[in-house]
């Protein structure tokens, strides 16, 4: 098989709200669907998003007393339709640690690009 895409990591993160003039996108392109609202890289209360040695922490915060709390969101894809987007048949792989926080959704998917925007889900 032939390397597409790989992100170590180990290079200043690139997010911003839309994914332009960035690497990912912050907001996803279907929805907040998430039992804990994303937030965007510029939130008030501070970046989901940081950079540990040569991994992304995104990050769940919940606020005392509060029944949910905020985390964050990337994708490769942006909403002007640009990005990564995968063509099956294709190989992924991703390794995480998740939080176990109800309400979220730890995952990897991708959105492949067939006819266009906005493609199917791989999961």
């Not at 912050?26 to 989901?48: E, I, Q, Y």
């Not at 919940?62 to 029944?67: I, P, V």
């Amino acid at each position: 098989m032939k390397l597409l895409y790989a992100d170590d990591f180990d290079e200043d993160l690139s997010i911003s709200n839309d994914g332009k003039n960035a690497k990912y996108n912050a907001t996803p392109l279907r929805g907040n669907f998430s039992g804990w609202p994303f937030v965007k890289p510029d939130h008030a209360d501070g970046s989901p998003f940081s950079q540990v040695d040569s991994y992304l922490r995104i990050t769940a915060k919940k606020k005392e007393g509060a029944d949910k709390g905020t985390t964050g969101f990337i994708a490769s894809a942006r909403a002007d339709g640009g990005g990564f987007w995968v063509t099956p048949p294709c190989y992924l792989e991703c390794r995480f640690t998740a939080q176990s926080a109800v309400g979220t959704w730890p995952a990897f998917w991708a959105m492949t690009y067939t006819a266009g925007p906005p493609g199917d889900e791989l999961d």
